[in-house]
């Protein structure tokens, strides 16, 4: 009998020990020879494609079994039509991640991009959130001959500013610095295609434009170098390092609540360049992607090549990310509603 029970001790002991193994090397063994992709909800040129293609280039070697990666544009709807496909269609498996602009993470919040955020057919606090390569920093700019010369200035001076459409980050800064501080930015839109905008200050159309620092800085940085703009304001959580002296948005804003607005309003540029699988993809792959996201914003190489490329390394966990976004969901609904009527989406 005893010998009988060692017996089966220690067949069940090596079954235990094989299986921990084979579950220690399923990561592993489900990306090796697999190609992974990057859909990029956002066309080719612009600032979330650019971030994109740096960690596409540098993110393999760090997931388990080190599978090819490969980005993918999947542009539409403010990159909600790549997040409801992905989330809706997958595949789900882990094989590929999502890289919206982040407004997709507040559209069932701040309904930026449809009334009542019906156009979200997913709910972004359960999505697993791998990090985000950047916290942004907004800035409003003019052309260096426009009349404002300062925020103070568009207290009395009417700017004329480029946006590509209504709700987009442009339209959004615009809209809430009107209604809250009073300035005089008259929106231009239409200005569509990556880039277009600045074109159009260049050509003398327009005078102004608001984007995150980190895009003018890869799109545009001899503008920032030869001083032919101007920048008039930071919009984000905390000021940016580079911008001393730039009013900052947040130290403006005249009561508690109107900074509790603007707080709502600017929460998801601590999440500038996310990145998601869906819900449904396994934990042990999920938690594997997390890790590679972090080790590869480490990566002396992905640094480099930013560097190269001008482009803005300041990243944030997946569960850092994660906490933001159940945070955000869990704002009270006055300030919910009076944000949103702000923004003129309620």
């Not at 993918?72 to 409801?84: C, D, Q």
Request: proline share 5%; aromatic share 8%; hydrophobic share 40%.
């Amino acid at each position: 009998m005893f010998r009988r029970f060692s017996l089966v001790t220690v067949l069940f002991a090596a079954t235990c020990i094989i299986a921990h193994d084979a579950a220690a090397q399923s990561v592993v063994d489900f990306y090796k020879g697999k190609q992974v992709s990057i859909y990029v909800g956002s066309e080719a040129g612009s600032g979330f494609d650019a971030y994109a293609r740096l960690v596409a280039r540098h993110i393999g070697k760090h997931i388990p079994g080190n599978p090819t990666v490969v980005p993918t544009n999947k542009p539409g709807a403010g990159s909600l039509n790549m997040t409801n496909s992905l989330v809706v269609a997958g595949p789900k498996d882990g094989t590929v991640i999502g890289a919206p602009q982040s407004s997709a993470a507040v559209e069932q919040l701040l309904h930026l991009l449809s009334r009542g955020g019906t156009a979200a057919k997913y709910d972004a606090t359960k999505l697993h959130w791998l990090g985000s390569a950047s916290q942004d920093i907004f800035v409003l700019f003019d052309w260096h001959n426009a009349k404002p010369k300062s925020f103070s200035d568009l207290l009395s001076t009417e700017m004329l500013m480029a946006s590509s459409g209504p709700n987009t980050d442009g339209s959004l800064i615009a809209v809430v610095l009107n209604k809250i501080f009073g300035t005089k930015i008259k929106l231009i839109t239409g200005y569509q295609a990556s880039g277009a905008g600045l074109l159009a200050m260049e050509r003398g159309e327009i005078e102004a434009n608001a984007m995150a620092y980190a895009s003018v800085a890869t799109m545009r940085p001899d503008w920032i170098k030869d001083q032919k703009i101007r920048f008039l304001a930071q919009m984000g959580m905390k000021a940016h390092p580079n911008l001393k002296g730039i009013p900052f948005v947040l130290d403006l804003a005249k009561t508690p609540e109107d900074r509790s607005v603007l707080e709502l309003v600017f929460a998801k540029y601590q999440m500038g360049r996310p990145y998601f699988v869906p819900q449904d993809v396994p934990k042990d792959r999920v938690d594997a992607l997390r890790a590679a996201f972090d080790e590869t914003m480490k990566d002396p190489d992905l640094l480099v090549d930013a560097n190269k490329s001008r482009i803005e390394i300041n990243p944030v966990s997946g569960a850092e990310v994660q906490a933001m976004v159940e945070k955000l969901y869990q704002t009270p609904e006055p300030l919910v509603r009076r944000t949103r009527e702000i923004l003129g989406t309620e």
